[in-house]
């Protein structure tokens, strides 16, 4: 069973930091795409990030660049996003999902409907 495990949320101030981690263990790491997307209340599913399999190319969506970093580590088949000076706007559930289409083009995998696996979720919470 493919299954991805997302933690690290939690409540932060404004201005601090969080690492999430995506466990991916089950998947060939060299068949997908890795990204993140978050879902504030009220609002659809945003993409934020997204990495191809070998760490060299990376993609942001335009409100995280400067302050969070996509990355991997294959060895130990986990995807991270660091998130560096938090603002409350960046309150939301946080999903780390794999796409079989970004393998070869991660500018393809930046919707939610390129995605073929998905984490549970993780709650990160910025305070003013």
């Known amino acids: 069973q493919v299954q991805l495990v997302d933690s690290g949320g939690g409540l932060v101030q404004a201005g601090g930091s969080l690492r999430l981690s995506c466990a991916a263990a089950?998947?060939?790491?060299?068949?997908?795409?890795m990204g993140w997307f978050r879902r504030a209340p009220g609002k659809e599913r945003e993409f934020v990030a997204a990495?191809?399999?070998?760490?060299?190319?990376?993609h942001y969506t335009n409100s995280v660049k400067g302050r969070f970093t996509i990355s991997r580590d294959n060895a130990k088949n986990t995807v991270y996003l660091q998130m560096n000076s938090l603002k409350p706007e960046d309150t939301a559930v946080y999903y780390c999902a794999a796409s079989f289409a970004g393998a070869t083009d991660i500018y393809r995998a930046t919707t939610a409907n390129d995605y073929d696996y998905w984490g549970q979720g993780t709650q990160v919470t910025v305070s003013s």
């Open positions: 089950t998947l060939t790491y060299t068949d997908y795409a």
């Open positions: 990495i191809n399999w070998s760490g060299g190319y990376t």
